[in-house]
């Protein structure tokens, strides 16, 4: 069993910044990769990036390639979610996730997930 806490998420102007964060515990943590996916009102959960276990590699959707960037820090049980030059299209809660394997980009591959984080970017 792993339990996700989402943190970071806020209200910002267009062209800002944010640094989300997935703190993970419980068994083994970083023997999961870690998905990104954000949900804005009415549409679909979107997957965002993803990173495998050791933090080696990385893969994007086209929305995120260029302006967000994830990391994790295993020894902190923690992914981050770099997210730079912010537009009003971003606004949405944004959940970390984990699977067993990396390279997954579908939520319903995904094992375990955090409760969101609300991400609101104004103009």
């Known amino acids: 069993q792993v339990q996700l806490v989402e943190s970071g998420g806020g209200s910002v102007q267009a062209g800002d910044s944010l640094r989300l964060s997935c703190a993970g515990s419980?068994?083994?943590?970083?023997?999961?990769?870690v998905g990104w996916f954000r949900q804005a009102p009415g549409k679909e959960r979107d997957f965002l990036s993803t990173?495998?276990?050791?933090?080696?590699?990385?893969y994007y959707a086209d929305s995120a390639k260029g302006r967000f960037t994830i990391s994790r820090d295993n020894a902190k049980n923690t992914v981050y979610l770099q997210m730079n030059s912010l537009k009003p299209e971003d606004t949405a809660v944004y959940y970390c996730?984990?699977?067993?394997?990396?390279?997954?980009?579908?939520?319903?591959?995904?094992?375990?997930w955090g409760q969101g984080t609300q991400v609101t970017v104004s103009s």
């Open positions: 419980g068994r083994s943590f970083s023997t999961y990769a």
């Open positions: 996730a984990a699977a067993t394997s990396y390279g997954r980009v579908s939520d319903l591959e995904y094992d375990y």
């Open positions: 990173i495998s276990r050791s933090g080696t590699r990385t």
